[in-house]
């Protein structure tokens, strides 16, 4: 069988693109890191086009090969630096970087209060592995299912679930007692 | 806040994730409009939805990416990609498709951008570049990003300056460690780690509209020195101890035509 064209190909990662940043995103906990490591995937795939069956789930394909990356990627990061990845990394990384809040980061368009609950979620969300990490960002971001989430990152669909509920179960743990009149929903 | 029931908890996740049969979820309406904890619930929950969306939501794809890919096949495509061989009238087809490709990506996705990306702005923040330098030497002074990829260093300079940048071969003196975004000039400005006669260099690189002229010359207190040069349509500045030699020369452009190119202005280290 033929290997993917370069349309295909381009086509392909375009529409997946969002979903493999997200999973890149996920696992390396840095947004900008993420768009590099997506690229840094592609090429790796396009020297690994004839391994892919043209008709099977090209998502899955390529987010294992964004998965891998974005993990080697981690490593070396944390080998480098010899402590784990900063509880704000993932939300804001470089402008004032530590000085910077996901609240001060969105203060400016949203309230106060949702700034500093968007904060609470960001450090939370940090604090998960990144298996389980990139679990919940498909899930709430892309509304995959548990199956389609499995078939992505190549883990039995009972661990997706789990990893989604505890990852929630622990978000809404690192939330502090709400207040009456707290923030409202978007 | 306590956490409901497992059986009901498991309900109400199935039920916001819309999961249920129209009579599960009616039965579950019902337990929302009778029990607060279970209103607190799912009102909390939805937020949380609501913040990890705000917080992650992806970025558009970059259309000079998708040509990268393009230049990428073809030259992968030799090598280890079981592709029939293309004629060169073919290539230039492909060629013709893909940038037809990308131009209809970048319509719809340039619509698109408006509500996805940085949609949400990162408050960026004015501050010394000496100051930033410091930061990063408090931090252990090491690169984001290892790049040894020229083609991907290229396109990383491309996708956040506009100007595909490679570096040239550095003095024995001169070691390159890596990449780092740690702002500087703008939110979007790439640093490059170096080692320069033994001292730690920081060389912040952006475009030159978006030059904010951060003070340049001597910080004796910080014992450091901040020069800056413009060349290919960007502003450079470098910051190291005073007496480093400059990087003016470890910057050269791949050149397709599409790029400026253009010497480097003087040196200004001395505006302070």
């Not at chain 2, 970059?62 to 990268?68: A, G, M, S, T, Y």
Request: some cysteine; charged content about 25%; proline content about 5%.
């Amino acid at each position: 069988m033929d290997a993917l064209d370069e349309q295909e190909f381009a086509g392909l990662v375009s529409e997946a693109y969002p979903r493999l940043w997200t999973v890149a995103a996920a696992v390396v906990g840095d947004r900008h890191r993420a768009e590099d490591i997506v690229q840094e995937a592609v090429m790796v795939g396009l020297t690994r086009l004839a391994t892919y069956e043209r008709g099977t789930n090209f998502v899955a394909w390529m987010s294992q090969i964004v998965r891998y990356t974005a993990l080697n990627a981690r490593k070396s990061e944390q080998k480098r630096k010899a402590e784990p990845i900063d509880g704000h990394q993932l939300v804001e990384q470089d402008a004032g970087r530590s000085s910077a809040t996901a609240s001060e980061t969105f203060r400016g368009v949203l309230g106060e209060n949702q700034a500093e609950f968007d904060d609470h979620v960001a450090k939370a969300i940090n604090a998960l592995d990144p298996d389980r990490r990139a679990c919940l960002l498909l899930r709430i971001l892309h509304n995959h299912s548990y199956g389609e989430i499995a078939q992505q990152l190549g883990m039995p669909k009972g661990t997706v679930e789990s990893h989604v509920h505890r990852a929630k179960a622990a978000l809404r743990k690192a939330l502090p007692d709400r207040q009456p009149g707290g923030p409202g929903d978007e | 806040m306590s956490d409901l029931p497992r059986e009901t908890e498991a309900r109400v996740l199935a039920f916001l994730d819309d999961e249920l049969s129209p009579a599960e979820r009616e039965e579950v309406l019902k337990m929302i409009d009778s029990d607060p904890s279970v209103a607190e619930y799912v009102r909390l929950q939805r937020q949380i939805d609501n913040s990890v969306r705000r917080l992650f939501r992806p970025p558009a794809i970059d259309p000079v990416f998708l040509q990268r890919i393009a230049s990428r096949y073809q030259a992968a495509s030799g090598d280890t990609v079981a592709v029939a061989a293309a004629r060169p009238a073919r290539r230039q087809l492909y060629a013709a498709m893909l940038a037809t490709a990308a131009s209809i990506a970048l319509a719809v996705l340039g619509i698109r951008s408006v509500f996805t990306g940085d949609e949400v702005t990162i408050a960026y923040r004015e501050r010394p570049l000496v100051e930033v330098y410091q930061q990063c030497v408090e931090e252990g002074f090491e690169p984001y990003w290892v790049c040894d990829d020229p083609a991907l260093f290229a396109a990383t300079f491309e996708r956040r300056q506009g100007v595909r940048l490679a570096l040239t071969e550095l003095a024995d003196d001169q070691r390159m460690l890596g990449l780092a975004y740690l702002a500087g000039i703008s939110r979007e400005s790439t640093s490059l780690l170096a080692t320069v006669a033994g001292e730690q260099t920081i060389v912040f690189i952006d475009k030159i509209d978006r030059d904010w002229h951060p003070s340049t010359g001597e910080f004796e207190e910080a014992e450091l020195h901040v020069s800056r040069w413009e060349r290919f349509g960007l502003v450079f500045y470098q910051v190291a101890p005073p007496g480093t030699p400059l990087l003016t020369e470890a910057f050269d452009i791949v050149t397709d035509g599409a790029n400026p190119g253009g010497g480097t202005t003087s040196v200004e280290d001395d505006a302070k």
